[in-house]
């Protein structure tokens, strides 16, 4: 049992004493939830708020890219059957990243059981499904489909599958993890008390999910069923072609480490984060991380889209990797030093978030595959105007 001075230490050592201030005032049960949550803590990856992440000059350069518009019919259809070789073969799995809260889309629970027409075989979760089911058809295979939920959405979730009998698929082929949660920090860098005996903890950001597979016992499973590849994609693109076998023909033959679908972005000036290398590393280079001319520069024009394929091996020797946390600006209920509850209007600190994508410059090699936006990509992030459901359903009674 952890005791109060090992936690007194633990805190005092990272000045986060205030993380205790109300023990005294809990109950029994209520204080050894307490020390456990600050047990389980590892309070030396919290960021440093007057540490200045100051960028130092780093080069921009492009990745290699190849248009799936421009393949020839023949080599397209030589990738295709490549890709349904490694599906029959039952190399590949998928992986949905479905743990978001969705705060922009503002939907009561998760992002995946928004429907197109209000029927739950118009969900994004059931859009997906059916992807995966014409696969297998197509393979003659039973696809493994691991779906990251978090510690808020996941009840829910696999109650609308249970619901709904998995929109077809075996029960037993889909496989539901939880993503880990971390903590939140105010400006001056403490960690934020939602009541007096409990830290306010939020799903980890979608980077939590490399450790989470392998906590799950998710990797090691994998390459027991001789997975060679997984298929990795976000829950809210209406339009996503899961398992797609052109494109995991095109990894498998390319052979990097890393291959990502992206779309041309509509001008150089959109704000999207592209694909290319930061210091000779596959990464995705925000908007804001661009010079002008780097907007512009022809090789720098593929956004991402969050479809990628990774290789199982490379995941194996990545997941044990720290990520760096990325500062979210948040309102956050909490608790002043006064104990008194706090419901703020603005943004009161951040959320600690990884990004799957801080992998990419541990791959020796990433390749990217561009499609076509009206075909492959319709973002579901905000209730309406751009990328929002309201588009999506639009274009679906279309
Ligand atoms: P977004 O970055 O769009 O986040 O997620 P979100 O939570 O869905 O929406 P907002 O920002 O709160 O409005 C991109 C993908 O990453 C997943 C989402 O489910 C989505 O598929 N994700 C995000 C997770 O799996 N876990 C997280 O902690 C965050």
Not at 345 to 371: C, H, R
Request: glycine share 6%; proline share 5%.
């Amino acid at each position: 049992m952890t005791t109060y001075e090992a936690i007194h230490t633990k805190v005092s050592m990272y000045h986060q004493e205030h993380l205790v201030d109300f023990y005294h005032e809990l109950d029994e049960h209520e204080q050894q939830a307490l020390l456990k949550q600050i047990d389980q803590l590892d309070l030396s990856s919290i960021p440093s708020m007057t540490a200045k992440g100051e960028q130092t000059n780093t080069s921009i350069t492009a990745l290699p890219s190849q248009s799936a518009l421009e393949l020839a019919d023949q080599e397209k259809a030589q990738l295709y059957n490549r890709g349904v070789s490694l599906l029959s073969e039952g190399k590949v799995a998928v992986v949905l990243l479905a743990g978001g809260q969705g705060t922009r889309l503002g939907h009561v629970g998760p992002k995946g059981t928004v429907t197109m027409d209000d029927t739950p075989e118009t969900s994004l979760f059931a859009l997906q499904a059916k992807q995966i089911q014409a696969q297998q058809r197509e393979a003659n295979v039973q696809i493994p489909w691991y779906i990251m939920t978090s510690p808020i959405n996941d009840k829910d979730t696999r109650t609308f599958f249970a619901d709904n009998h998995y929109f077809g698929l075996k029960r037993e082929q889909v496989t539901f993890f939880i993503q880990d949660v971390s903590p939140a920090i105010t400006p001056e860098g403490k960690i934020i008390l939602a009541d007096k005996g409990q830290i306010f903890q939020a799903p980890n950001g979608n980077g939590g999910v490399f450790t989470s597979m392998k906590k799950a016992g998710i990797l090691k499973e994998m390459k027991a069923n001789g997975i060679e590849w997984i298929f990795f994609n976000n829950i809210d693109n209406a339009l996503v072609q899961v398992a797609d076998p052109l494109f995991i023909g095109y990894a498998d033959r390319d052979g990097a480490d890393i291959s990502t679908k992206s779309v041309k972005k509509v001008t150089p000036s959109e704000k999207v984060g592209v694909l290319g290398q930061r210091d000779g590393k596959p990464a995705v280079i925000e908007y804001s991380e661009l010079t002008e001319e780097e907007r512009h520069h022809p090789l720098l024009q593929d956004a991402n889209i969050g479809i990628h394929l990774f290789k199982l091996d490379f995941l194996y020797r990545t997941a044990d990797a720290s990520l760096p946390y990325h500062l979210a600006h948040k309102k956050i209920p909490s608790i002043a030093t006064d104990g008194t509850k706090i419901d703020p209007v603005e943004p009161n600190g951040y959320k600690l978030e990884l990004f799957y994508f801080d992998v990419f410059p541990l791959a020796s090699s990433m390749t990217i595959f561009q499609v076509d936006r009206e075909n492959e990509f319709l973002p579901v992030k905000n209730k309406t105007g751009q990328d929002s459901l309201e588009e999506a359903r639009t274009r679906f009674s279309s």
